[in-house]
């Protein structure tokens, strides 16, 4: 990792011509129209044991949730199956140019958020499984989840194809953009409120842009305010999280007195070291609230059965709330395939991570790591439970919309690549033409016909017995 770090730093002090010859360069080794590429490899792992390999390591009887939101639809597959992906991304070709990945780039983990400064802003939100790896992973992964939610609206091929070439289109000539900017004007670069109603007025009819207006709208109110008043109920007239079992389940329903003591002064210890990774300004701020309550949280899909807790905070008095989620962190899905991280803490991971690629981060975000959870240690990040959120719905999309939205996420990802990533070799590897973009459509077809018969193969287990689920709604 060393050795790759210095080579990439050596690189990027280069001439711009020759990186730019390097990305050409690159283009010889490994073919645009070579990603279009994917058959599975002839000994391409069981992928219900990589399920299942991932499920040993978390909450038992969280477990059969997971396999019961995965079985829900394709789609749903795919959000819980980045492990999978992971490892028949491997077996395909490489430019080898790399950056830091998100690691699990589908299209719901671009979304709404808010930044320090209280402007609404859009990114990527997800990083459980960053790492730096091979820039074309991120694409290849977003481009596959825009083909299969675009077979569950029923749109066909011309559709699904028009709305990839646009996702991947906006991603290669945004790096082109960048590649031709001052160095702090990328880091700079952002797509705020004001942008996204730009793309509207753009690419939306009237009635897109009324949506979305509606959209930003909502996410402004999804804060802790909108928690507390969701999730809590008074006992004994202080603020307490109310059980919604087993989706959220306070410590006081979870474990008996005496374990529930022990890991109450687990998490305030927690709360109290983790603050130690915010810069001086946010851990003054962070002093000013107090643990009042903690509930274990089930999160997501392929996140489901970690270990996520959720803390009331209360500040100046009982109708001041701060809720924090400390998520726990565990190796890459990437790192069997790119190497280890260099950090050991696999929650300073994902911080460092999220940080690198978003273009502003929740000013709570930090990491830590507990001894005796569940009888180990264990790292986990934390991060404001909510703070502004606006998430796509896929299933309400039109194609005109679904295009759009594969536009935005495009351009966002090809700025969180271009901080880390040598962005003019890139840029030019990918080039004027739309040799790339074209590989991409068919890479995503074939990719979402694997993802169909791996749901195939869960749903099988599922109903043999093989495999244990439970449907239950999210919250």
């Known amino acids: 990792m060393a050795d790759a770090t210095t080579a990439l730093r050596a690189a990027r002090h280069a001439t711009p011509e020759e990186r730019a010859a390097l990305g050409k360069e690159a283009r010889r080794r490994s073919p645009r129209s070579g990603h279009a590429e994917y058959r599975p490899a002839a000994e391409r792992p069981d992928p219900l044991t990589v399920l299942e390999a991932q499920s040993a390591t978390r909450v038992p009887e969280l477990v059969p949730i997971r396999y019961g939101r995965m079985i829900e639809s394709p789609f749903r597959f795919y959000r819980g199956a980045a492990a999978i992906m992971a490892s028949d991304l491997a077996g395909t070709p490489r430019s080898g140019l790399t950056a830091q990945l998100c690691g699990d780039a589908h299209l719901l983990n671009f979304r709404l958020l808010a930044s320090p400064e209280r402007q609404l802003m859009f990114d990527i939100n997800d990083f459980d499984e960053t790492l730096p790896g091979p820039w074309e992973w991120d694409v290849k992964r977003l481009s596959a989840s825009f083909v299969i939610a675009g077979r569950a609206n029923g749109f066909d091929d011309t559709e699904r194809a028009r709305i990839v070439r646009a996702t991947v289109r906006s991603y290669r000539e945004a790096m082109i953009r960048f590649a031709g900017m001052r160095t702090i004007d990328v880091w700079y670069a952002k797509i705020d409120a004001a942008g996204l109603e730009a793309l509207a007025a753009d690419r939306l009819h009237k009635g897109g842009r009324k949506r979305l207006a509606r959209v930003m709208a909502k996410a402004r109110t999804r804060d802790s305010l909108q928690a507390f008043a969701k999730v809590t109920r008074s006992v004994d007239g202080k603020p307490m999280i109310a059980a919604d079992p087993p989706l959220l389940v306070p410590i006081a329903d979870l474990l008996p007195d005496v374990e529930r003591g022990a890991l109450e002064r687990q998490f305030r210890g927690l709360l109290e070291r983790y603050g130690r990774t915010l810069p001086s300004d946010r851990r003054t701020l962070l002093e000013d609230y107090r643990l009042a309550d903690v509930a274990r949280k089930v999160v997501g899909v392929g996140s489901v059965g970690t270990r996520c807790w959720i803390f009331l905070l209360l500040g100046r008095d009982d109708r001041d709330p701060l809720f924090l989620q400390a998520k726990e962190a565990d190796t890459s899905v990437l790192a069997a395939h790119v190497g280890a991280s260099r950090y050991r ?43 502004w959120k606006g998430i796509a719905m896929p299933e309400t999309m039109n194609p005109r919309r679904m295009e759009a939205f594969g536009d935005l996420c495009g351009v966002t990802l090809a700025r969180a690549h271009a901080r880390s990533g040598d962005r003019i070799a890139i840029a030019a590897y990918l080039g004027g033409g739309e040799a790339f973009d074209r590989a991409l459509v068919t890479f995503a077809e074939a990719y979402a016909d694997q993802n169909e018969r791996d749901h195939q193969a869960l749903t099988d287990a599922v109903r043999a017995g093989r495999l244990p689920a439970e449907e239950v709604p999210a919250a």
Do not use: K, P
């Not at 991570?353 to 790591?369: C, H, K, N, P, V």
């Open 345 to 387: 803490n696999q929650g300073e991971r994902v911080v460092s991570g999220q940080r690198l690629m978003q273009a502003t981060s929740d000013i709570f975000l930090g990491w830590e790591r507990v001894d005796g959870i569940d009888g180990r240690q264990r790292d986990f990040y934390v991060r404001q439970l909510r703070d």
